[in-house]
Structure formats: structure tokens, C-alpha cells
């Protein structure tokens, strides 16, 4: 009985991790398109400076209105011409836009394609690391782990931010293919990151706990895997043993024990007999 009920709360809490990682998704995609939107209005300005501010915009936003108004054929059409021919800079926000309706249709393959040409197209380095995150994520369930961490490598020594999300994303596919030391190591740095935020620190605990339910480490190789090679004494301030003397009593004893111990003195020498007392035995 033991056994089956470990079993449950193993599956329960991988299908609590699982739950937060699908949750968070979303929270993602509406972060992705606030900086879309940013990005569109400073490419805007950028665009208006060369001349080229009306046209560019218009189209732009009249591919917008389509999809908000539920014509995704119109956006699609709009955002795949923008995508051809716009400016740069619209020309990657139009092919994001793309990626993301071919996520909203269940077309991942289609979405990191279209975010891989994104990767290519974009001018910033922002909307550039953005689109190989979501690139990652929409083919989570397609690439290999090192396929993945491939792909977000770039990211590691980019924006604080965005380094721990891709780390996240590498320690959830190495936990996917049960490369439970690659997974344990990515969820620890999020969790030792003083920056994390406090949700991504609740998804890092949910990680480890389902880590440590399936591939615990053994016990001497705990304390060691978490602190380093100074795990006996992390401060290096421990006092050193004590030299060890002698046991009159025989074995040994610390040095400090020894000192503290007076050895019985030995039994004087008899006094002499008073004469006095001699003669009166005599009589």
C-alpha cells in the first residue's frame, strides 16, 4: 500500500507542475504582445522619421483589427504581406503575430518556424531573444532537450530576466527526458537566483520536489550536491581536533582532558621512631 500511494503523489505532483508550466504559458504570450505592442508603436516613430510612418502603420494595424474583429483570414493575409515586404521592423512583428495564431490553432511547427524567421528578420536584440524563447516553447514537445538548450544558449548571458525563464524551459525539457542532474542543476540556480520572481520560484520548488520524489540523491551525496565540496564544514571555521595524549588509565584522551588530570602522589617515606615510645614497648 505504501508503494501505490508514493505512486500517487508522484503523478500528482508532476500534474502540478505540468499545470503551473501550461498556466504560466499564457502569461507568457500576453507579456510577448505588450512588448509586441511596444515595439510596434517605437518602430512607428522609427518609420514616420523615413518617411514611411503612414503606410507602414496602417497596414499594420489594419491586420490587427482584423484579427481582434475575428477575421483571421484578413489578419493572416495582412500580417503575411507586412511579413514580405514591411519594414523590418514590422516585418518581424507581423511574422510574430503569425507565430502566435499558428500556436492559438494547435500548429506548432508552423509557430517556430515562422518565430526562427522572426530570430532572423528582427533588428532588436529584445524582440530577437523573445522570438527564440517562444520558438523553444512552441516546439517544447518536439525538440530534444539539447535541441532546446541549443536554441536558448543565446539567452543565458542575455537579460537577467529572460536567462532564468530560458533556464526554466532547458531544466523542463531535461525533466521531460529524465536527465534528472541537468534538471536538478537549472531548477537550484533558479531557486539560489536572488532576482527570481516569486512565482518562477514555486515552479522551481514544484520541479524539485517531483526531481527528488523520482531520482532521489543518496544521502551521503546530498549535503555535498547542494553546498559544494565544503558541505562538512561550509565555513572552514570548525576547530581543529585536539591532540590526543596518553590515558594513565590506559587508551588516550585529548590533550586538554590530560592536563586537567594529576597523577596520585606517591606515599611518603615512614617517619622516624621516637625513642621514647620504643622503650615504653620494651618494658
Known sequence: MVDVFDEVEEELRQERYKSLLKKWGPIVGAVALAIVLGVAGNEAWKAWSEGQAEEASERFYAARDALEGGDREGAEAGFAAMSEDGPRGYA?????????????????????????????????????????????????????????????????????????????LIGAAALRDERWDEARRQYQFIQSALDAPQGLRRRAAEALALINVRAPLPAADA????????????????PEAAPVESDPLGGEMPAEAAAGVQTAPEPDAAPPADPAIEEEDGA
Open 92 to 168: 518581424t512583428l507581423a511574422l510574430m503575430q503569425r507565430a502566435a495564431m499558428a500556436e492559438e490553432d494547435g500548429d506548432f511547427e508552423r509557430a517556430m518556424q515562422l518565430y526562427d524567421e522572426a530570430v532572423q528578420r528582427s533588428p532588436a536584440a529584445l524582440i530577437r531573444d523573445l522570438a527564440r524563447y517562444r520558438s523553444a516553447l512552441a516546439g517544447f514537445d518536439v525538440l530534444s532537450a539539447d535541441d532546446i538548450r541549443l536554441r536558448l544558449e543565446p539567452l543565458l548571458t542575455a537579460d537577467p530576466a529572460q536567462a532564468l525563464l530560458a533556464r526554466e
Open 223 to 238: 549535503l555535498p550536491a547542494v553546498m559544494g565540496e565544503d558541505a562538512a564544514d561550509p565555513s572552514g571555521l570548525l
